[in-house]
Each structure stands twice: as structure tokens, then as C-alpha cells.
């Protein structure tokens, strides 16, 4: 038996509403850094990046999430100056051709302010607001949803910061702080979704541990959940070592286990063939929902 998946009406920037619930959606990972762990063909350009995320629409993506700065392990932190010049253009870009919502990856306030204006919709924070606290006043002033990751540190440090005495647990109590502090700075509580953070400040056991208990995390915290496994390390031993670039059957596995879950979102590489994940495994959890 799997769990039920609640519904949610998560208000946008720019008026819109994204209706979670009905059918978990696909987002698509549109990374302009030179750096990306999982790609190794970099979209610096914005012609290229423009038509890439043209073709995650065409392919299904129900939104699609643009980044600058790579946030692998150990990766070194990126000047906002070069953020802005990296996703503004970007998202300009997309917000003209695309039909569906684009998400801003950054912790930098001044990097999500300026993409809201370019016409993002949504603010995704791989820190949880711990970098930044600031960006939470910019996502109430724009009235922009806000997507609040679990981790832990930096990138430089979060692998030593993976020591969890009671990991479901501890997941939730700093998922429901970063809420709180949305909250704080005046984001409605409606337009918060949570990701549990996969292979941020998580050795592969406890990643995996994450996805197994997906629902309790869902349940405590009331608020739809995106999960984002794709071509992460965590799948390294499963699959024998390989790249990132060849994780994406690991991958679908981790994407059907979260829809049986009840995950409202997936955020992926490999659009066209994960909308095909997705679409099977929903139609599983449907036939046998609790």
C-alpha cells in the first residue's frame, strides 16, 4: 500500500498557481556552470541554454529550474556578479518562449531578486536559507514560491557535517526551522515546498534512508515535497562506479521509488525519459493508495 499524495495550490510570482497533487511533476535541471557534476557538455551559451529548455518542455518538464553555480561536493563558491551574468540572460530568454514556470537555483539574494524580475517564478534554496537569510525578504517582497532544501554547510564542508544520531528526525526538525524562517521573514507558509535533500551533508546511507521514509517526512511537515536524486553519488556503489553522465537507469529507479512515495515534484536531468518513469509509477501508487 502507498501513501496518499495531498494536494496544495502553491502560489507563484507573477500570479500563477502550481496545483501539486493530482500527479507528481517533473522538473528539469538547466544548469549554465562550466562546473556541473552531471553534464559534461556545459550550456554556457544562451542560445543553447534556451534551447535545451525548450526541448525539457517539449519532452514533458512541468517546470524547469535554472542554475550558475554548481553546488557538488567540494565545489567553490561562485561570485554573485558572475551568477547574474551567467542566469540572468537565461532566464530573460525563457521566460519569453517557454509556457511553464521557471525556478531560480541560488542561495544569493541578489541573484533570486534579479531573476524574479527576469521572470522566474520560483526561488529553489539548496541552503534552506542558512546562506542567505536575506532571501527570504526578496521571495515575501516578489511574492515567488520558495522551494527550502536540507543540508548542511557548505559544499566544502557539508560531506563532514553527514553525522545524524536520529536522520529522519533531524531532517525534519531543520526542514521545519527553514519553514519557520520563511515564515519569519514574511513568505506565506503556501507557498513553501520542502526537499529533503538528497546527497546534500548525506552519505549514501542516509540518502537512501530518506527516499525509504519519504512519507514521514511528508506527514510531519505539511507541505508538498520535492525530491531531486538525479545522477547523484549516492548511486555510485549501487551501480559499480559509473559517472554521473551514465546514473540515469539508478536514477529512474530513485525517481519511481519517490512517486510511490507521494514526492509532488522530481527534479531531473534526463526529462523525456523520467516523464516515462513517472507516468508508470503513478499509475502503480494509483492502484494501490492507502
Known sequence: ???????????????????????????????????????????????????????MEAAGADLVDIGGESTRPGAEPLPEAEE???????????AARLRI???IDTYKAGVARAALDAGA????????????????????????ALIVMHS??????MADEAVYADLIGEV???LQAAVAAAAAAGVDRERVIVDPGIGFAKHAVHSYGVLARLPEIAAALGRPVLVGPSRKSFMREALDGRPPAERDWGTAAAVAAAVLAGAHIVRVHAVAEMVQVVRVAEEIRKQGCI
Open 172 to 174: 525534519i526538525a531543520e
Open 1 to 55: 500500500m502507498f501513501p496518499p499524495r495531498r494536494s496544495f495550490d502553491v502560489p507563484l510570482a507573477g500570479g500563477a498557481v502550481l496545483r501539486l497533487g493530482s500527479r507528481p511533476l517533473v522538473m528539469g535541471i538547466l544548469n549554465v556552470s562550466p562546473d556541473s557534476f552531471a553534464e559534461a557538455v556545459p550550456r554556457r551559451d544562451v542560445g543553447e541554454a534556451l534551447e535545451a529548455a525548450l526541448a
Open 101 to 103: 514556470p521557471l525556478s
Open 152 to 157: 548542511r554547510g557548505t559544499p566544502q564542508t
Open 84 to 94: 547574474l551574468v551567467r542566469v540572468v540572460p537565461v532566464v530573460q530568454a525563457a
Open 121 to 144: 517564478a520560483i526561488v529553489n534554496d539548496v541552503s534552506g536559507l542558512r546562506r542567505e537569510p536575506a532571501l527570504a525578504r526578496v521571495v515575501a517582497e516578489r511574492g515567488a
